[in-house]
C-alpha cells in the first residue's frame, strides 16, 4: 500500500506545488491523476520517490516511510518503484535490451553494471518482458530507431523488469497519437494486472482515463479536490478541477463503450 499524509512541497520561490496531500492508494489499485498544467501531478509522483524532495509529510510504501531514508536506502526502496516518463528517458544510442536491462543496475554490483554483464535470469526477463510488449524482434535495434509507441514500451519493460510493487507513470501518452495512446494505456493496465502492481498515472486526457481506470484523483493548485469513480467526473466537477469550460464532449458517454468492449479492463485492476 501507498500513504501519503500531509505530503507538502514548497519551492524556494515561495509557490506550493502540494498542499498536505492526504492519501491512500491499496496494493493493485490503479489511479489516473487528472489536474491543470501546475496543478501538482507531476511534483506528486516525484515526491513519493524523492527525485523531488517534500519539504514535509510523508510517503509510505508498506510500512517504510520513504521520506526519511538515508541515500543509501532510498536507492534500495527505488527498485520497488517503477518510473514511466513523459519523454521515455532512454539512453538512445543504447539496444532496446540494453535500455530494458538498464532496469537491474540497483540489483548488480558496479563491475558488472559498468560491464553490462547482467545475470542469464535478467536477460531472460528483458526477452519476456519485450516478447510480452510485442517488441521481441526489435531487442537488438538501437533506441533512437524506435517510434514513439515503441518507446514508451521499451520504457515500461525497463520499469517492470525492477520488479516493483508501484509503478509512477508520468504523462505516458502525451506525445502518442489516440490510438497509440489508448495501445499503451491498455498495456500498462493489462501488466499492473497480471503482477498485482498499483499505479498511479498522471495523465491530461480525461476520456482516456475515464476509459482505463475504475479511480481518478483531481488535483487543482496542489490540493486533492476530486478523489472518485470515472463516472462521477461530472461537468461540474471537472470545472472545479480545471476551471469554466463546456465539458460535454469530454466526458465519456454510455454510447462510447465500443472501445471499452475493444479493451476491457482486466479483473481486478484499478479496483477500489
Not at 79 to 85: D, E, P
Not at 177 to 190: A, F, W
Not at 229 to 255: F, M, N, S
Request: aromatic share 6%; hydrophobic share 45%.
Amino acid at each position: 500500500m501507498l500513504r501519503l499524509e500531509k505530503l507538502t512541497k514548497t519551492y524556494p520561490t515561495g509557490d506550493m506545488a502540494l498542499q498536505a496531500v492526504d492519501l491512500e492508494i491499496p496494493a493493485g489499485q490503479i489511479v489516473a491523476l487528472i489536474g491543470p498544467s501546475g496543478a501538482g501531478k507531476s511534483t506528486l509522483i516525484r515526491c513519493i520517490n524523492r527525485l523531488v524532495e517534500p519539504s514535509s509529510g510523508a510517503a509510505w510504501l508498506d510500512d517504510v516511510n520513504l521520506t526519511r531514508l538515508s541515500q543509501a536506502a532510498l536507492r534500495r526502496q527505488r527498485r520497488r518503484m517503477g518510473m514511466i516518463f513523459q519523454e521515455y528517458a532512454l539512453v538512445e544510442r543504447l539496444t532496446v535490451m540494453e535500455n530494458v536491462l538498464s532496469g537491474r543496475l540497483g540489483y548488480v554490483g558496479f563491475w558488472r553494471s559498468f560491464t553490462r554483464r547482467f545475470p542469464q535470469k535478467d536477460v531472460d526477463e528483458a526477452y519476456r518482458l519485450l516478447d510480452r510488449v510485442g517488441l521481441l524482434d526489435m531487442a537488438d535495434k538501437r533506441a533512437d530507431e524506435l517510434s514513439g509507441g515503441q518507446r514508451q514500451r521499451v520504457g515500461i519493460c525497463r520499469a517492470l523488469i525492477q520488479d516493483p510493487a508501484l509503478l509512477l507513470v508520468d504523462e505516458p501518452t502525451a506525445s502518442l497519437d489516440p490510438k497509440t495512446s489508448r495501445q499503451i494505456m491498455r498495456l500498462i493496465v493489462e501488466l499492473c494486472a497480471e503482477r498485482g502492481l498499483a499505479a498511479i498515472i498522471n495523465i491530461h486526457d480525461v476520456a482516456l482515463a475515464q476509459m482505463f481506470v475504475n479511480r481518478v484523483i483531481g488535483l487543482q493548485k496542489g490540493r486533492v479536490v476530486f478523489d472518485g469513480p470515472p463516472d462521477a467526473l461530472t461537468a461540474e466537477v471537472l470545472t472545479q478541477i480545471y476551471g469554466e469550460e463546456d465539458w460535454e464532449a469530454t466526458i465519456r458517454k454510455p454510447e462510447d463503450e465500443d472501445e471499452a468492449e475493444a479493451a476491457p479492463l482486466p479483473a481486478g485492476a484499478g479496483g477500489a
